[in-house]
């Protein structure tokens, strides 16, 4: 077996060699590693370059202009060929042992996904960081059906986002279900491929090893801005839209993950001050939601006072 590492990056130069590195010293080294230069005004080619020159595994893919995460992807997954397809985030690491230990559990399951657990850490730092996912979510034998998928990826949850995670994906798999990022969508982009999987068969399944290594920093795409919480609840309606011919009896699940999503896009745009934004997104939001909401706030902000 071998794998496919596939590397968008945009502006990355400060960090990228962190990704690279922790790629090219996998135990497992039968491999390739494409990296996807999505029109970066910095020196982001340039340190790919030097490690191309010490090491062939590494293959550079220019785009002169900026295409987004989603087709720079869809590039290197045209060329890649590697039995295994492994996504890694340009400010983001692998365990040195990610591939190998994945792609064993993978095959020896006969699954098309596995996704490992995450440790989150700040970029720059020596703490130690922590786990992602309670070990239910990880260690559930069954492979993973879209509601678990969506119950897992709800707003407010104590955990983050499901989405984040970064399975092992066979290539044969995506390439017969004819599976592809959305070219339109520029976040949430992996949630929205891994419920398509799910509602074309997938065997999908996941391991409670913390084998991701997922750095936080300033700036990055996942930061809590009005525009990604609106192009969040844009994909859900994307996967509603897919879920409503093959899977309708999610859509119960999917709609109230939808009224979540929205009343966070629009509290998120009321507060950037963007409030006609604010005003279209709340539209969408059924009246109980908003009110139950707007008490929870309320009691939350009480709270303090009436301890003291």
Same mark, same amino acid.
């Given at each position: 077996?071998? #794998?496919?590492?596939? &590397?968008?990056?945009?502006?990355?130069?400060?960090?990228?060699?962190?990704?690279?590195?922790?790629?090219?010293?996998?135990?497992?080294?039968?491999?390739?590693?494409?990296?996807?230069? =999505?029109?970066?005004?910095?020196?982001?080619?340039? /340190?790919?370059?030097?490690?191309?020159?010490?090491?062939?595994?590494?293959?550079?893919?220019?785009?002169?202009?900026?295409?987004?995460?989603?087709?720079?992807?869809?590039?290197?997954?045209?060329?890649?060929?590697?039995?295994?397809?492994?996504?890694?985030?340009? @400010?983001?690491?692998?365990?040195?042992?990610?591939?190998?230990?994945?792609?064993?559990?993978?095959?020896?399951?006969?699954l098309d996904l596995l996704a490992d657990n995450m440790l989150f850490?700040?970029?720059?730092?020596? #703490?130690?960081?922590?786990?992602?996912?309670?070990? =239910?979510?990880?260690?559930?034998?069954?492979?993973?059906?879209?509601?678990?998928?969506?119950?897992?990826?709800?707003?407010?949850?104590?955990?983050?986002?499901?989405?984040? &995670?970064?399975?092992?994906?066979?290539?044969?798999?995506?390439? @017969?279900?004819?599976?592809?990022?959305?070219? @339109?969508?520029?976040?949430?982009?992996d949630f929205l491929l891994y419920a398509e999987a799910i509602l !074309?068969?997938?065997?999908?399944?996941?391991?409670? =090893?913390?084998?991701?290594?997922?750095?936080?920093?300033?700036?990055?795409?996942?930061?809590?801005?009005?525009?990604?919480?609106?192009?969040?609840?844009?994909?859900?309606?994307? /996967?509603?839209?897919?879920?409503?011919?093959?899977?309708?009896?999610?859509?119960?699940?999917?709609?109230?993950?939808?009224?979540?999503?929205?009343?966070?896009?629009?509290?998120?745009? #009321?507060?950037?001050?963007?409030?006609?934004?604010?005003?279209?997104?709340?539209?969408?939001?059924?009246?109980?939601?908003?009110?139950? !909401?707007?008490?929870?706030?309320?009691? !939350?902000?009480?709270?303090?006072?009436?301890?003291?």
């Amino acid at each position: 077996m071998n #794998a496919s590492i596939i &590397i968008a990056a945009k502006n990355a130069e400060p960090f990228i060699h962190i990704a690279l590195a922790s790629a090219l010293n996998q135990t497992m080294t039968d491999l390739e590693v494409i990296v996807i230069n =999505d029109g970066s005004s910095d020196a982001t080619a340039e /340190v790919v370059r030097r490690f191309q020159h010490s090491d062939s595994r590494v293959i550079l893919l220019d785009n002169p202009q900026s295409l987004g995460v989603s087709a720079a992807r869809n590039r290197g997954l045209d060329i890649a060929k590697g039995d295994w397809i492994a996504v890694l985030d340009a @400010d983001d690491a692998f365990a040195l042992d990610r591939l190998a230990t994945m792609i064993e559990q993978a095959e020896e399951r006969n699954l098309d996904l596995l996704a490992d657990n995450m440790l989150f850490r700040e970029l720059g730092t020596s #703490a130690a960081g922590h786990v992602a996912y309670p070990n =239910d979510w990880m260690t559930d034998t069954r492979h993973l059906t879209l509601a678990d998928l969506l119950e897992r990826d709800r707003p407010g949850s104590e955990h983050p986002m499901f989405g984040y &995670i970064k399975p092992l994906m066979r290539r044969r798999f995506l390439n @017969d279900a004819r599976l592809r990022y959305r070219d @339109d969508v520029w976040c949430a982009e992996d949630f929205l491929l891994y419920a398509e999987a799910i509602l !074309k068969g997938a065997a999908f399944g996941v391991t409670n =090893d913390p084998l991701y290594i997922r750095y936080w920093r300033a700036g990055s795409l996942s930061a809590d801005t009005p525009a990604v919480h609106g192009e969040i609840a844009r994909v859900n309606r994307l /996967v509603a839209a897919v879920a409503r011919r093959s899977a309708p009896g999610t859509l119960p699940i999917i709609r109230r993950r939808q009224a979540e999503l929205d009343y966070v896009a629009a509290a998120r745009a #009321a507060k950037a001050g963007a409030f006609a934004t604010a005003v279209r997104t709340a539209l969408r939001v059924p009246l109980p939601v908003i009110i139950a !909401k707007l008490v929870q706030a309320v009691r !939350k902000k009480a709270l303090p006072r009436a301890k003291g």
